[in-house]
């Protein structure tokens, strides 16, 4: 079975510019979740999906950063327009449900690298 | 929301010593997980355990829910184990993630 898929691996960009990122979550799971992660530190919840619903958007800075997921499987994350503080390792994770259950453990991709210049 | 501290932050094991990490939540969760992210900064999912002990190999974990805490046991580390361990939980409200700050480990041959 495939993993959490996400790309690109790396991004190099300079700021005031647009970037996005892309996320295919283990077949069938059907909680998605975008993840902010700055060095040294834990990973940050930014929005989480419920099929194509997003739940809980509470930590996405909304001004500059925008997040879809059509038809509940696929998702992309977009910043624009990228600010240096940006820079981070944005992770995608994905569950099988969201209830609290067994099958709500969540599953990582391997990340994508994003420095802004 | 609910806070996560995890110690200690570093831990510096020789090969084949044992080590106990702490995961400490300010409130009620309805689900804990415990992470390894290795050097490469790949999460792997090691327990999902919101309350009771389970344990894989080398590694076990116990959350007690009631007192707010969870433990991961980690015996005869090898250099391999070297990395950041995260602890998660989602709260019974809301159903928010949030991890911890995490307890590097480094493991000396």
């Known amino acids: 079975e495939a993993g959490v898929v996400q790309s690109p691996r790396y991004k190099i960009i300079e700021k005031k510019q647009p970037v996005a990122f892309w996320c295919n979550p283990i077949?069938?799971?059907?909680?998605l979740y975008w993840y902010r992660q700055n060095l040294g530190q834990g990973p940050e919840l930014l929005i989480r999906?419920?099929?194509?619903?997003?739940?809980?958007d509470s930590q996405l800075p909304k001004d500059r950063f925008s997040a879809e997921r059509l038809k509940g499987v696929d998702s992309t994350l977009k910043i624009q327009p990228a600010e240096l503080g940006d820079s981070a390792v944005y992770l995608c994770?994905?569950?099988?449900?969201?209830?609290?259950?067994?099958?709500?453990?969540?599953?990582f991709g391997p990340g994508t690298r994003l420095t802004v210049l | 929301g609910i806070q996560v501290e995890q110690s200690p932050p570093d831990l510096i094991l020789q090969e084949g010593a044992n080590s106990t990490l702490r995961c400490n939540f300010s409130d009620s969760v309805n689900n804990l997980q415990w992470f390894h992210q290795n050097p490469w900064g790949q999460l792997i999912n090691l327990f999902y355990?919101?309350?009771g002990t389970k344990q894989n190999g080398r590694l076990s974990a116990t959350t007690v829910a009631t007192e707010r805490y969870s433990l991961l046991y980690i015996s005869s580390s090898q250099t391999t184990d070297s990395g950041v361990y995260f602890c998660?939980?989602?709260?019974?409200?809301?159903?928010?993630?949030?991890f911890g700050d995490g307890t590097t480990l480094t493991v000396k041959p």
């Open positions: 999906y419920e099929n194509e619903e997003a739940v809980d």
């Open positions: 998660a939980v989602i709260g019974m409200d809301a159903g928010k993630s949030t």
């Open positions: 077949s069938g799971h059907n909680t």
């Open positions: 994770a994905s569950s099988l449900e969201g209830a609290g259950q067994n099958t709500d453990t969540q599953y």
């Open positions: 355990i919101p309350s």
